[in-house]
């Protein structure tokens, strides 16, 4: 078994280079991940289906209770908000979309944290995603 390089990446609509210049993207980050906590607080109801891949990467286990369920997707909307002020997280952007990713060379293990953290907001399902404008 050989080590692999191995990346896991958020993209967003829109905001090119010259944007992030003048707003940064910790603030821009921060407020997208605020609007996708403002929506999930008016879910009231939760379609568990949607949540498998996020339990499974997180502890392999079944979707828990629909409360449980909102508290770690609050955590994990929050945890990813800060990705802008990572030291292992970059950003590359393109005329229509900015890409935020972290990676690294693994052993069979997750490289970085920033690694764990886009990577678990990268299962968040794609209606919430969708609220903040990624993809």
């Known amino acids: 078994m050989g080590e692999d390089l191995i990346v896991s ?17 910790s603030k821009d980050l921060k407020e997208r991940t605020q609007n996708m906590l ?11 289906n949607d949540w498998v891949d996020l339990f499974e990467f997180i502890n392999g ?5 629909d409360k449980e369920v909102k508290e ?3 955590d ?4 990813f908000g800060t990705c802008g002020d990572r030291r292992d997280v970059t950003w590359l952007t393109f005329p229509e979309r900015t890409v935020i ?15 764990n953290v886009i990577t ?5 399902p794609q209606w919430l995603l969708d609220v903040g404008g990624f993809k």
């Open 38 to 48: 403002d929506e999930l607080g008016k879910t009231a109801m939760l379609d568990s």
């Open 61 to 65: 286990e079944d979707v828990p209770e």
């Open 72 to 74: 770690i997707a609050e």
């Open 120 to 124: 678990k907001f990268s299962l968040l």
């Open 101 to 115: 990713l972290a990676g690294g060379m693994s052993w069979g293990d997750n490289p970085t944290e920033g690694y």
């Open 76 to 79: 994990t909307i929050k945890e």
């Open 9 to 25: 990446y958020v993209s967003i609509k829109g905001k090119p280079k010259e944007e992030y210049k003048k707003v940064g993207i």
